[in-house]
Nanobody
């Protein structure tokens, strides 16, 4: 499975941004997907996850209510819509994938086998 994250950029606090993750190499609908982020000097942090059945999702407390994860199987793409961005959301955002199982989503990095290269999101104050 190959993953390509895109859509990052420089925004101001309070702005919105959508990042995308395009997958190839396996039938997308069989994959459970997730977003993680890593800020300078910090470890990789779980952000959001979605099961292969798209209505099952999970979020970290720090982004709940501001970020929305979704998937579009016809386009082999996962999205992370981010609103009301804060400077502490600044990080490289990575997408991840693994073979899915029903409505189960995964909120730890070791739950994933495949990783994209990351896209930088910078939020200025």
């Amino acid at each position: 499975v190959q993953l390509q994250a895109s859509g990052g950029g420089l925004v101001q606090a309070g702005d919105s941004l959508r990042v995308s993750c395009a997958a190839s190499g396996r039938t997308f609908s069989t994959l459970a997907m997730g977003w993680f982020r890593q800020a300078p000097g910090k470890g990789r942090e779980f952000v959001a996850a979605i099961a292969k059945i798209g209505r099952f999702t999970g979020y970290s407390d720090s982004v709940k209510g501001r970020f929305t994860i979704s998937r579009e199987n016809s386009k082999n793409t996962m999205y992370l819509q981010m609103v009301n961005l804060k400077p502490e959301d600044t990080a490289v955002y990575y997408c991840a994938a693994r073979i899915g199982s029903g409505g189960r989503y995964y909120n730890t990095a070791d739950g994933y086998n495949y990783w994209g290269q990351g896209t930088q999101v910078t939020v200025s104050s």
